[in-house]
């Protein structure tokens, strides 16, 4: 196992010690990164922006192992 590998799989099991602290800021940073892309590009990729925004939140469940 990599170096890459060991580091990877520590950050994953402190991420599982901690569900609900990463799933908290998890979506607190696709709100506001939802929000500055709309802002920058003026709302035209709202609807697409607005489905990650939907999905994200079982995607990090999923990671997670929940």
């Given amino acids: ?3 890459f590998d060991n580091l990877k799989d520590q950050a994953l ?3 599982k ?3 609900d602290v990463v799933e908290n800021v ?5 709100e506001k990164v939802g929000d500055a ?4 590009t003026g709302g035209k ?5 607005d489905a990650v925004q939907e999905q ?5 469940s999923k990671l ?3």
Wanted: charged fraction near 20%; charge should be negative.
């Fill in 1 to 3: 196992m990599s170096m």
């Fill in 13 to 15: 099991n402190l991420a």
């Fill in 17 to 19: 010690e901690h569900k």
């Fill in 26 to 30: 998890a979506g607190q940073a696709v």
């Fill in 37 to 40: 892309v709309d802002a920058a």
């Fill in 45 to 49: 990729f709202a609807d697409k922006v």
């Fill in 56 to 60: 994200a939140p079982d995607q990090i």
């Fill in 64 to 66: 997670l192992g929940n």
